[in-house]
């Protein structure tokens, strides 16, 4: 099972690579190929921050997009401007995604998309090599800018987990005689609820499907920096031993 965890910066009205709403992609000739994001409603400069004399701003939003291209949970990690995230979330909804493809199969992709507000320009989104929580760091240093993500070590106190539901073992999996590792990556939010999981690898495909159902379920107690409620990213490994005979 293959999940792509990738970055996309926005920087000041149309999303790259976009394609236009009468646009498409011919199916036979995707190998590798990154998510891809059809802007169907524009991005618009809040008139509140014109007037207040605010002519530029960021906003970070991460997304998961399933295999059929559907958006299937969002989240905002960071602002300058609170009007900003609203005109995002705003909009988001309503786009269209391509999902990618590895190997010239669909998978699902976590993808963060930066969103650069000019009053002089227009929004798109590039492609950005720098890892999410190594550029969160640079962004916190940005006056003004509000980032909602910590790694673990940050944190005021060890994430505490309040209830963990083990994920099936193989033999209750029709996977007999069989063992393997799954390792699993997901944000817990600053209510504590596990969101976005994405396989980083896994030997059987029902092991997958076990781990995510299980952890979907996980709770911990509300992490913190620095007094305040943030996102964290965690990333897990299961190990699945068959019951001895």
């Not at 498409?24 to 994001?37: A, H, M, R």
């Not at 400069?45 to 969002?74: C, H, N, R, T």
């Not at 996977?175 to 944000?187: N, W």
């Not at 059987?204 to 995510?212: I, R």
Request: glycine share 6%.
């Amino acid at each position: 099972m293959h999940i792509m965890l990738s970055s996309l910066l926005v920087v000041a009205g149309l999303l790259a690579p976009v394609l236009g709403a009468d646009q498409s992609v011919k199916e036979g000739s995707k190998t590798d190929e990154p998510l891809q994001i059809i802007r169907t409603v524009n991005v618009s400069y809040p008139p509140k921050l014109l007037q207040d004399f605010v002519d530029a701003g960021e906003v970070s939003i991460m997304v998961l997009v399933s295999a059929e291209g559907q958006l299937m949970d969002w989240m905002v990690i960071g602002y300058s401007q609170a009007l900003f995230a609203q005109e995002v979330l705003e909009v988001l909804p309503r786009w269209k995604f391509i999902p990618a493809y590895h190997h010239g199969k669909a998978i699902p992709t976590r993808v963060e998309l930066k969103f650069s507000f000019k009053n002089s320009a227009f929004i798109r989104v590039l492609p950005s090599d720098t890892g999410i929580l190594a550029r969160q760091k640079i962004d916190m240093k940005t006056a003004g800018y509000s980032s909602f993500i910590c790694w673990p070590d940050e944190l005021d106190q060890p994430l505490d987990a309040k209830g963990e539901i083990a994920p099936m073992p193989p033999d209750q999996l029709g996977a007999k005689g069989k063992g393997g590792q799954v390792v699993v990556e997901y944000l817990v939010d600053a209510e504590g609820k596990v969101r976005m999981p994405i396989i980083i690898s896994a030997e059987e495909e029902a092991f997958a499907n076990s781990v995510l159902l299980a952890i979907s379920q996980w709770r911990y107690e509300i992490p913190r920096h620095q007094g305040l409620p943030v996102i964290t990213r965690v990333r897990h490994q299961f190990t699945f031993t068959p019951v001895s005979r």
